[in-house]
């Protein structure tokens, strides 16, 4: 599981990198938001892998550390994706803007001659 996870990340963080180094604006913005879930994905992940596991305390399990997942990486997950999708909204909206106004979605507001 923890391999298919690594390569999950690693795949998305570089196919990320890539994008943000394209010309346009629509491929920086989905590079950026492939780097945000791969950065989530990794946070998720150091919060140890664990099924069937309860994160609050509950009657009847152990309050060992060990019969419990940890709760923090899953609440920085969930907020970075809410901030992410409102980051995504805004980014969009930019790009129609910046498209309107000088008739290209290049990043630098020119066309490539080649």
Do not use: C
């Not at 099924?51 to 305390?57: E, F, G, S, Y």
């Not at 509950?58 to 980051?87: E, K, N, R, S």
């Not at 008739?103 to 020119?110: A, F, L, M, Q």
């Amino acid at each position: 599981m923890e391999l298919i996870l690594a390569l999950a990340i690693g795949v998305m963080a570089g196919s990320g990198v890539w994008l943000l180094l394209r010309p346009r604006t629509f491929q920086f913005i989905m590079g950026l938001s492939l780097v945000s879930y791969a950065v989530n994905l990794f946070i998720f992940g150091m919060g140890r892998l664990k099924t069937d596991m309860p994160p609050l305390i509950v009657d009847g399990v152990p309050t060992d550390l060990a019969h419990y997942t940890d709760p923090l990486p899953q609440a920085l997950v969930l907020t970075a994706i809410v901030i992410g999708f409102a980051m995504m909204a805004l980014f969009l909206v930019v790009l129609l803007a910046s498209r309107g106004l000088t008739g290209t979605d290049h990043v630098d507001g020119k066309e490539s001659e080649s």
